[in-house]
């Protein structure tokens, strides 16, 4: 069975997404931001689930985690799921660490990253990065995240690369009164991770509920991408190869 690696897994989309594979017995690694943090994820170690421990938010601890990653073996599928609302790691978290866990963990056959339909009202503004990323809106970091996903789909041809909107359901972040089915928020990162149906075996998309949507403009186009790739690797220090 294939092992996957899921990031924010301690509650929310990415804990029921880490449950259900499990429970259709995959091999799962989950993530946590501390080892505070362990607890909240026990149930899913008690069940085969192995952990990897590093704040997001901290490009050096990002880089550890994935080395921890690397360290257990190849794994054929990454979904990047933690994600912060607001505040002054909403870049760093929603993505930086995704570009660099990308850019450091040993290959996978399949990534898969968790946007969201607050993406389209994003800015395809790189240059105020330049003036620090506490600006940054969680539309913004989301419509970067998801013109990260198809850049890798165009870079690595060998890869499954996809974004997923998962709808607005009620986890912490979305709140008890979201309207969407939680089940289906995370239906189809376990499906894009797992399945051999022709439909998941396809790279570049943006995904809703298992239908492929069109995203904002800016997340197909090249040279916009090129800029984001470049700002992402004067940062880390890490290109994608």
């Known amino acids: 069975m294939p092992r996957i690696f899921i990031t924010g897994s301690a509650d929310g989309l990415g804990r029921h997404t880490a449950g259900t594979l499990l429970g259709e017995g995959h091999d799962v690694v989950v993530h946590v931001r501390s080892a505070a943090r362990l607890g909240a994820v026990q149930d899913l170690l008690d069940r085969g689930a192995a ?19 690397n360290r257990m073996g190849p794994v054929d599928a990454v979904i990047h799921n933690a994600g912060v609302l607001h505040g002054p790691d909403v870049f760093n ?41 506490r600006t940054l809106t969680y539309s913004d ?3 970067y995240l998801t013109a990260l996903a198809a850049a890798v789909a165009r870079l690595w041809p060998d890869v499954l690369s996809n974004a997923v909107d998962p709808g607005w359901v009620p986890t912490k972040m979305g709140g008890a009164g979201a309207p969407d089915d939680l089940r289906l928020g995370h239906l189809t990162q376990e499906w894009l991770a797992t399945s051999e149906d022709p439909a ?21 186009d090249e040279a ?18």
Do not use: C
Request: glycine residues 8%; proline residues 4%.
């Open 200 to 220: 998941a075996l396809t790279s570049g998309g943006y995904w809703f509920h298992q239908h492929r949507r069109d995203p904002h403009p800016a997340v197909h």
């Open 93 to 133: 978290v929603n993505v930086v660490a995704p570009y660099l866990l990308t850019a450091l963990i040993h290959r996978p056959r399949r990534l898969i990253y968790v946007s969201s339909g607050m993406h389209r009202g994003g800015r395809a503004e790189l240059a105020k990065l330049d003036g620090g990323a």
């Open 51 to 69: 952990a990897v421990v590093g704040d997001l938010a901290d490009l050096e601890q990002s880089r550890d985690a994935a080395e921890q990653v």
């Open 141 to 143: 970091s989301k419509l």
């Open 224 to 241: 916009f991408q090129n800029k984001l790739l470049d700002h992402l690797a004067r940062i880390t220090g890490e290109r994608l190869a």
